[in-house]
């Protein structure tokens, strides 16, 4: 006789009942629940509708980690309250628009001048083809999004305060590099390592990839633009004098700009929503706009009889089953709550990073250079000059003349992440900041930076409620300080970007958030539903 297969949740209920939710979730484990083979990364909870009925799940923070629990877990029949300090959605993904206060720590509040239509986005800003699950709830939620050109060859790129335009900075590296692998070739250093045959092709390869002369020397070509531009009847082009390898060695760029861009998650084309980056935010926000308390601050998390009670700032206080704490390390820890000394270690451990960002309104000088878009890196402190995308025949748009970051994510020309003039910039007031800014701009496009209006400025250390841009992990952190803080605290479970290897990314908070909710899912498989008023 065949018995019947329990399914797979009867199983998990059964051994929550039996062993509560340590083996519940060792269960999972055995089952493949929680591993995390690649393949299984990007997937969503999936949990089964009405899952989580006679649940209530008290979500702190509405940035994306925060908004995709409450859709997720609303789906699966939880009730849900999240609760959102700030008057807005988002968290770190910020589009600053005309009219809008910018508020930073001990410093005097900016208001945002620009005109209808235009943004800065102070914090996420690009989208790359590889994050699908950030994607995927930008098309389920029909948000539309536009190229967002990360790199043009066209941008004058500023090191020793004497602007190269990236072709130059991209074709002379190579040039001068084939060149002398070339002449290297030509001695019998490498005959060892190399067949006499393999050489050869190699010559022919260097030469198209240099653009080498018939000699094997480079003497630049016409990859970098014209000197005199090509036109009809008697006009030939004349090609720009290459740089020389002791100007390419000493600018810098070679490690700053050139190698930014080899990082995966920067590709030249991007993505990014039409009208600002927060519209996936706002647009997840639509479905869960019921179960959000906007300017609602909490102060403590503390566990109850089969339950959570979370106090917050008014005075009021809200109880469910679960906490799922969304917010930055660096904010948990100002929280009241009792939490292993393990984690409190951890908490104190987490680095945050820098990132200061400055943006302007002007008119398109900019295009008349034939720049549709990407970064134009300087070894100034402001880092590099953003150009926006799209919109091409607007006479005026936003222009982010800085972008200058450190401790997450890798920083052009600074091995360790850890960039000084990240620290500089971010300590400079903001008509530093902007005077800077206007400095890099007049070398770059010269006679231009006159034109620059409305600046603002937003740096993440500086704003309330999230004290740092993102978690600067040391690699041997994520066995030690990281996997402490990705493990659930009682009832308190947490999430974000920190609490992912796509750190910096709404792809990181999104997928954090769906491995938080899979704990959640079988921990509450083992525990009864408790009535208790609402
Ligand atoms: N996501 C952020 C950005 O694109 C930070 C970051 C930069 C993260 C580079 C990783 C690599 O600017």
Redesign the pocket.
């Known amino acids: 006789m065949r018995r019947s297969p329990a399914t797979r949740r009867q199983f998990l209920h059964a051994m929550g009942r039996a062993g509560g939710f340590s083996a519940t979730y060792l269960s999972m484990q055995a089952m493949g629940l929680l591993a995390t083979p690649a393949s299984a990364q990007t997937t969503k909870p999936n949990l089964p509708a009405g899952s989580g009925a006679g649940k209530h799940v008290v979500i702190l923070g509405a940035g994306i980690a925060g908004l995709v629990a409450a859709y997720e877990l609303g789906k699966a029949g939880y009730r849900t309250t999240v609760l959102e300090a700030r008057g807005r959605v988002g968290g770190r993904v910020w589009s600053v628009r005309g009219g809008d206060r910018v508020e930073q720590i001990g410093r005097p509040d900016q208001y945002c001048q620009f005109q209808n239509g235009f943004y800065m986005n102070a914090g996420?800003?690009?989208l790359p083809t590889a994050h699908t699950t950030i994607l995927g709830y930008a098309r389920q939620f029909d948000v539309p999004l536009e190229v967002m050109v990360n790199v043009d060859r066209s941008a004058h790129w500023d090191y020793n305060k004497d602007a190269v335009t990236e072709r130059q900075a991209v074709n002379d590296t190579k040039g001068r590099i084939a060149e002398l692998l070339e002449k290297s070739l030509a001695g019998n250093s490498l005959d060892t390592a190399m067949t006499p045959d393999d050489k050869e092709k190699l010559k022919t390869y260097l030469a198209q990839w240099g653009a080498l002369g018939k000699d094997g020397s480079y003497t630049g070509s016409d990859r970098n633009g014209y000197k005199v531009d090509p036109g009809g009847f008697a006009h030939p082009p004349q090609t720009m004098d290459p740089l020389t390898l002791h100007r390419i060695i000493e600018d810098g760029f070679w490690g700053g700009g050139l190698s930014?861009e080899e990082?995966f998650?920067?590709q030249a084309p991007m993505f990014q929503p039409v009208g600002g980056m927060d519209r996936i935010a706002y647009a997840i926000y639509g479905h869960v706009k019921d179960d959000v308390r906007l300017n609602t601050p909490v102060t403590a998390v503390g566990q109850i009889d089969n339950g959570v009670r979370v106090m917050l700032a008014d005075g009021g206080m809200v109880e469910g089953d679960y906490v799922l704490c969304t917010l930055p390390a660096t904010m948990v820890k100002k929280l009241t709550m009792r939490l292993s000394a393990a984690k409190k270690q951890a908490l104190a451990n987490t680095l945050y990073g820098i990132s200061t960002k400055v943006a302007w309104e002007s008119p398109r000088f900019w295009q008349d250079d034939g720049i549709m878009g990407g970064l134009a890196f300087t070894d100034q402190p402001n880092a590099l000059v953003w150009y926006p995308s799209g919109d091409w025949y607007n006479p005026r748009g936003i222009l982010m003349t800085a972008?200058s970051?450190g401790g997450?994510?890798?920083t052009p020309g600074v091995a360790n992440g850890a960039s000084s003039a990240g620290q500089k910039f971010a300590g400079m007031t903001a008509d530093e900041r902007f005077a800077v800014c206007k400095d890099v701009v007049e070398r770059m496009h010269p006679g231009k930076s006159g034109l620059l209006e409305k600046p603002l400025t937003v740096s993440w250390t500086q704003t309330p409620w999230s004290e740092g841009i993102?978690a600067n992990w040391r690699p041997e952190q994520r066995t030690t300080d990281y996997a402490e803080l990705c493990k659930p605290e009682g009832r308190v479970f947490f999430a974000g970007e920190h609490l992912s290897y796509i750190?910096?990314?709404q792809e990181g908070a999104a997928l954090s958030s769906f491995e938080a909710m899979k704990l959640i899912a079988a921990r509450s498989a083992g525990d009864k539903v408790v009535t208790r008023k609402a």
Do not use: L, V
Request: no cysteine; hydrophobic share 45%; proline share 6%.
């Open positions: 996420a800003a690009r930014f990082t998650d920067q972008y970051s997450f994510g890798p993102a750190g910096a990314w």
